[in-house]
Nanobody, 117 residues
Framework: QVQLVESGGGLVQAGGSLRLSCAAS????????ITWHHQASRKQREWVAT???????SYADSVKGRFTLSRDSSKNTVYLQMNSLKPEDTAVYYC???????????WGQGTQVTVSS
């Protein structure tokens, strides 16, 4: 089993920055990738970005050039640096671990990001 805890959310003005953290514990050796998703009020959860064990990354078009993933393997933590935030980035942000051991999907509890105009 893998447990995930997100942190770093908050209220920020448009154009500002936040850094979200996703700290993993448990069977972290089984993690193949960490993905970030966001879910705005009354909308479906959407994929934001992915970082893989080889450190390769992918981003949704809506955040490309503004958001950056990184990781600290010694802390089993992945960071989502969010710059040039827009009001439309307002959502609950979740991280998810994809693992090689069943269950293959683990979600964190989410952290709220609110961007004011």
């Amino acid at each position: 089993q893998v447990q995930l805890v997100e942190s770093g959310g908050g209220l920020v003005q448009a154009g500002g920055s936040l850094r979200l953290s996703c700290a993993a514990s448990g069977s972290t050796f089984s993690i193949n990738a960490i993905t970030w998703h966001h879910q705005a009020s009354r909308k479906q959860r959407e994929w934001v970005a992915t970082i893989r064990t080889d450190t390769s990354t992918s981003y949704a078009d809506s955040v490309k050039g503004r958001f950056t993933l990184s990781r600290d393997s010694s802390k089993n933590t992945v960071y989502l640096q969010m710059n040039s935030l827009k009001p439309e980035d307002t959502a609950v942000y979740y991280c998810r671990a994809l693992t090689s051991i069943a269950p293959v999907e683990h979600w964190g509890q989410g952290t709220q990001v609110t961007v004011s105009s």
